[in-house]
């Protein structure tokens, strides 16, 4: 099991920048696919970027350019950079897990944290 705990969110106006963290139990460098998922009020939960154990990332057509994520081996947490943030970015961003061991496909949720984007 893995337990996943987001920081970082708040209010920003727009063309600010915020930083959020996700702190893992086990060492992020060993878990297959982690992931910074955002869902809006009404909307689905959608992908806004990912990076795997071999250190692929990938990144929603909406936040290429200005969102980055990372890793943080002190810490052991994996970061989203958001930069030039926009009121469309608003939403809970919640912090994922997957992996497979023996056989079996893990996935875990963070609690989420709130990102408010003022116009």
């Known amino acids: 099991q893995v337990q996943l705990v987001e920081s970082g969110g708040g209010l920003v106006q727009a063309g600010g920048s915020l930083r959020l963290s996700c702190a893992a139990s086990?060492?992020?460098?060993?878990?297959?696919?982690m992931g910074w998922y955002s869902q809006a009020p009404g909307k689905l939960r959608e992908l806004v970027a990912s990076?795997?154990?071999?250190?692929?990332?990938n990144y929603a057509d909406s936040v290429k350019g200005r969102f980055t994520i990372s890793r943080d081996a002190g810490k052991n947490t994996v970061d989203l950079q958001m930069n030039s943030l926009k009121p469309e970015d608003t939403a809970v961003y919640y912090c994922?897990?997957?992996?497979?061991?023996?056989?079996?496909?893990?996935?875990?949720w963070g609690q989420g944290t709130q990102v408010t984007v003022s116009s």
């Open positions: 994922n897990a997957e992996y497979t061991e023996r056989f079996t496909r893990y996935g875990y």
């Open positions: 086990r060492s992020v460098f060993r878990i297959d696919h």
């Open positions: 990076i795997t154990s071999g250190g692929s990332i």
